[in-house]
């Protein structure tokens, strides 16, 4: 039998949708079908599950877990971005566990992780066409700086970049241990932090490859638009800046305060959208930090529209 991989905050995804009628539920990142899987014991209800994933070895994988549910899953390959807004009919939930699965970090020709030699490739999608080889060989020093300090945060964004362009003078970058190296002595060890120098740097590139925060951005006015009244949006994220996004504008749908001007003046001119169902986003539990430390970073928020 093969085994899968545990899904992140899987009892705090099932409790959120305990007590809820579903028959129509969308898996936007169906990934190894972990929530899937769940979702469907939980409610044996389900009428139709919708998954979605822009990258077809999840789907196949996923459909190999999920074949003894048939024909109540369909599968959808593309952006949750463009897939959701297709959708037809009266939405009772919507997931978004956002971000890279186990299964591409770990694939090393998929080239997400400095560990492992690995093509500079970074698509979730790989029918797109813009891959971290071309970023990295092709950008300019201020668009390489703006990535990483925009997208990973990173604090020696500026001595990276200027690594990378004169790395490039000599010899193209192609492989993620390639870049690693050009990085070391460049990009130290953060203080008191444990996570590995590069993290930040890979972090960056990946965010853009995929327009990742864009994305995020877009699709939550789609998912709200989409659901039925009394309809749950669920979003884990992994890193502060989705989070930051998602906890925004789930307190603006939630608000009846409505900036019309434009200057900051704020009207009481707008129904809320939704109601908030998690105040504080919901962290794993520490059992769960120690089996997989990939969680430690997750963070689960809700809203359930009005
Ligand atoms: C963290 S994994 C999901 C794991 C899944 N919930 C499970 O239980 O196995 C994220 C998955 O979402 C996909 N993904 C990320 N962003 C996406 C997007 N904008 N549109 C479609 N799929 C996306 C990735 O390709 C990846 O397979």
Known sequence: MTSYHYPVLRSEVLSLLEDRQIKIFVDGTLGAGGHAEAILSAHPVVEQYIGIDQDTQALEIAGDRLKSWGEKVSYHHGN????????????????????????????????????KEGPLDMRMNRDKPLTAEEIVNTWSVSDLGRIFRDYGEEKQWRAAAHAIVEARKEERITTTTQLSEVLRGVVRKKKGKSIHPHTLIFQGLRICVNSELEVVQDVLPICVEKLKVGGCLAVITFHSLEDRIVKKMFRQMASDKHDTSGFGGVFLDKEPLVTDLTRRPIISSEGEMEENPRSRSAKLRAVEKL
Request: net charge negative; charged share 20%; hydrophobic share 45%.
């Open 80 to 115: 949750f971005v463009e897939v959701i807004p297709t959708l037809k009919g009266s939405i009772d939930g919507i997931l978004l566990d956002l971000g890279v699965s186990s299964m591409q970090l770990d694939r090393a020709e998929r080239g997400f992780s400095f560990a």
